[in-house]
């Protein structure tokens, strides 16, 4: 008895299908075929049919013409039973010698799981209640020269399926749906925006500047400028521009790109939705938030409670609007509403095991002590809001406490989804922001903003007073289809090179 291994399996298997392609040319069959007008899907027939009696179905007589790849066959006799799978789910055939003719059943019988086929019939239900198709012609539309995955080892391997989506995509259906469920959430963004009046547009993705937000940048070289630029790390001051230019309400849905690490949360290039409105302020962008996200959430899913691994969020309460001072205090007993230095700042961190950078300040420290103590914790919809002025150089500064900013931040079930500003529309103030940014990327952070003379001149020919905002669109898509990692929302994610 010989005992093949995996390779000369999966050989033997690959040599099995070429000699059926052979066949089929031998036949006069182009086993790549040509256009097919197909004029049915499975989920069509079914849900036109499944709640008919077998009677009223066989009194019809209706004939479709549906295409799909064959994803399971069973043959009895001069007659078998098959599945062909469309984007819209899978359907039943059933196809007999007598009613398609000896060169049409050979060929169906020769055909391989994964092939794709056409099929001319009449809707039937069988015996045990299953909407199906009598096929009456087939028609081959394409050879599969590869054995699907449960034809061979299965397909388990979670990074295998994030290389070989497409794999995926044939194998596991709920994968399909949670990216039919991507494309829903942006498109219903879109309509909710347009219909308030808000013009999207296309800003450019190279930069001669990287900016818009804190994060290193991808760094590419044009040869016929002979120059630098930068993959765009945020959509934010381009819109600003526009908002200058007289365009008052502006959105942009597009991929922006992070030279930083990968985790389940974080992938070098993302899509982000930005918006921008003058004449409001980031309380009424908090109102924005809220309806969108919401309207979103009940188009898509029919509800505004959801569910995201142990936990259920309810969308459809009133959000909670907090200060993160007051957050910190809440969960660490810490008042940072006080006077503190920067000297007492360091040592409440170093009591309580706040980690700390080099050279971080007031500002940094109160940011600190609610990423590592508060955040997590945030699980029903909470707008966090009142950054500190160190770690929002574009947002404009609070009147009450100007040590603070106008600023927000969207949490829910412990993580980021959006982040917010009243604009600064101040060009000196921004200077003197773009300085202090300057002067950190001198002492060591690679994230600071540099100085963008564009940006300011921009600026000084006057933006109204505005509210500007970013969603996540991969982490918003992340929560509403109960994701835990963001590559199970992106079709094609970043990987590191096999070997």
């Known amino acids: 008895m010989v005992i093949m291994n995996q390779e000369e399996e999966l050989n033997e298997l690959l040599q099995v299908r070429r000699d059926k392609l052979n066949i089929l040319r031998e036949r006069g069959i182009d086993p790549f075929g040509r256009k097919f007008e197909r004029t049915d899907t499975a989920r069509g027939i079914l849900d036109a049919f499944d709640a008919l009696s077998k009677e009223e179905i066989e009194e019809k007589q209706q004939a479709v013409v549906i295409a799909g790849r064959l994803v399971a066959k069973r043959k009895q006799g001069k007659a078998s039973f098959a599945h062909l799978q469309d984007q819209t789910g899978r359907i039943q055939i059933y196809v007999r010698k007598d009613e398609v003719g000896e060169e049409d059943y050979e060929t169906f019988s020769t055909a391989d799981l994964g092939d794709w ?19 009456a012609e087939l028609t081959f539309l394409s050879k599969s020269l590869r054995p699907l995955p449960e034809k061979f080892h299965g397909l388990k391997d979670v990074e295998l399926r994030y290389r070989k989506r497409y794999l995926d995509l044939i194998m596991n259906p709920e994968v399909k749906n949670t990216f039919i469920t991507r494309s829903r959430i942006i498109s219903t963004i879109r309509r909710y925006l347009d219909g308030r009046g808000y013009l999207e547009v296309e800003t450019p993705t190279l930069h001669n500047i990287p900016g818009g937000a804190a994060a290193r940048p991808f ?24 908002i200058v ?39 009424d962008i908090m109102d ?16 505004e409670t959801l569910s995201y691994g142990e936990h259920t969020v309810e969308l459809g309460k009133p959000w ?14 810490i008042d940072f509403w006080q006077g503190v230095s920067d ?15 080099p050279g971080m300040t007031f500002g940094h420290i109160v940011n600190e002590f609610f990423e590592q103590k508060v955040e997590e914790k945030l699980i029903q919809p909470t707008f966090v809001y009142g950054h500190p002025v160190e770690i929002s150089p574009l947002a404009r500064k ?62 000084e020919y006057g933006m109204p007073p505005t509210g500007g905002l970013g969603i996540g669109i991969d982490r918003l898509v992340m929560l509403l289809t109960d994701s835990a990692s963001i590559r199970d929302v992106l079709l094609f994610p970043t990987l590191r090179e096999q070997g």
Not at 326 to 333: F, I, N, Q, W
């Open 117 to 135: 086929l056409g099929i001319s019939g009449i809707v039937f239900k069988t015996n045990r209640g299953e909407t199906s198709v009598k096929a």
């Open 219 to 242: 760094i590419t070289h044009h040869n016929a400028l002979d120059m630098e630029l930068y993959m765009r790390i945020a959509i934010e001051l381009h819109l600003k521009r526009l």
């Open 245 to 283: 230019g007289g365009i008052e309400k502006v959105y942009e849905i597009g991929r922006v790109y992070r030279n930083e690490g990968i985790s389940t949360r974080h992938n070098p290039e993302f899509t982000m939705l930005e918006l921008y409105e003058a004449f409001a302020d980031f309380h």
């Open 288 to 303: 924005l938030t809220e309806q969108l996200i919401t309207h979103v959430a009940r188009e898509v899913l029919g509800s």
């Open 320 to 333: 909670a609007r907090k200060h993160m001072v007051d957050l910190v205090k809440e969960h660490t007993g």
């Open 343 to 357: 000297e007492e700042a360091r040592s409440l961190a170093r009591e309580h095991g706040v980690e700390l950078k």
């Open 398 to 459: 609070n009147e009450e406490d100007p040590r603070f900013t106008d600023r927000f931040e969207l949490f829910i079930v412990g993580r980021e989804h959006a982040n917010a500003f009243t604009e600064l529309n101040d060009p000196l103030d921004q200077r003197e922001r773009f300085e202090a940014q300057v002067r950190e990327k001198s002492q060591g952070n690679d994230e600071a903003h540099p100085m963008d003379e564009d940006f300011l001149e921009a600026l």
